[in-house]
T-cell receptor
Framework: GENVEQHPSTLSVQEGDSAVIKCTYS??????FPWYKQELGKGPQLIID?????GEKKDQRIAVTLNKTAKHFSLHITETQPEDSAVYFC?????????????FGAGTQVVVTP | EPEVTQTPSHQVTQMGQEVILRCVPI?????FYWYRQILGQKVEFLVS????????KSEIFDDQFSVERPDGSNFTLKIRSTKLEDSAMYFC???????????????FGPGTRLTVL
């Protein structure tokens, strides 16, 4: 089955700097890669996703890149703000069926200090 | 904006007791999921549900677990005889409304924290 590895486990950045979180996956059939943000006491919230037919996607300060050959994808947050502090999860989903169970990475605790 | 809701937010139970966790998925969504997150660990897939039947389940989802969609709005997870190791945050998720293009995006509820004593 799919295995998703995520690094780093914690990331401290100064406000205004960039943050990068990296994930690798094992199943070459995976074709959908969402990123979720989880704030304390809340459920994961989808912030951006990418499909395997695209190499990069950007939404304001957030971007995701995908390298299918190397089986890795990354989340980039630019101009970080204190409200970006949260746990970020990457996930992967296989395209072999529509059920689409998500396999999650272990999460990255991002702390943005003013 | 529509969202997935879950009740209760926190459930405390004694080992061996039955619990039912409730979810109201986003209206008109067709796929439903339960995931769990043991404290400090990954979010893990438990089960997916489509067209009134289980479409896929993980190894975790053994005979002690069951899911049901008793009416047009609720989606429940039942644990028949809880064990200490069932203590976790349980998340419900739903996806896809007919006529929309986002068949992949899953939307999560806020979770139910289950504590088994």
């Amino acid at each position: 089955g799919e295995n998703v590895e995520q690094h780093p486990s914690t990331l401290s950045v100064q406000e205004g700097d960039s943050a990068v979180i990296k994930c690798t996956y094992s199943d070459s059939a995976s074709n959908y890669f969402p990123w979720y943000k989880q704030e304390l006491g809340k459920g994961p919230q989808l912030i951006i996703d990418i499909r395997s037919n695209v190499g990069e996607k950007k939404d304001q300060r957030i971007a995701v890149t995908l390298n299918k050959t190397a089986k890795h994808f990354s989340l980039h947050i630019t101009e970080t703000q204190p409200e970006d502090s949260a746990v970020y999860f990457c996930a992967a989903s296989s395209g072999t069926d529509s059920w689409g169970k998500l396999q999650f990475g272990a999460g990255t605790q991002v702390v943005v200090t003013p | 904006e529509p969202e997935v809701t879950q009740t209760p937010s926190h459930q405390v139970t004694q080992m061996g007791q039955e619990v039912i966790l409730r979810c109201v998925p986003i209206s008109n969504h067709l796929y439903f999921y339960w995931y769990r997150q043991i404290l400090g660990q990954k979010v893990e897939f438990l089960v997916s549900f489509y067209n009134n039947e289980i479409s896929e389940k993980s190894e975790i989802f053994d005979d002690q677990f069951s899911v049901e969609r008793p009416d047009g709005s609720n989606f429940t997870l039942k644990i028949r005889s809880t064990k200490l190791e069932d203590s976790a945050m349980y998340f419900c998720a739903s996806k896809w409304k007919v006529g929309t293009s986002g068949i992949k995006e899953q939307f999560f509820g806020p979770g139910t924290r289950l504590t088994v004593l």
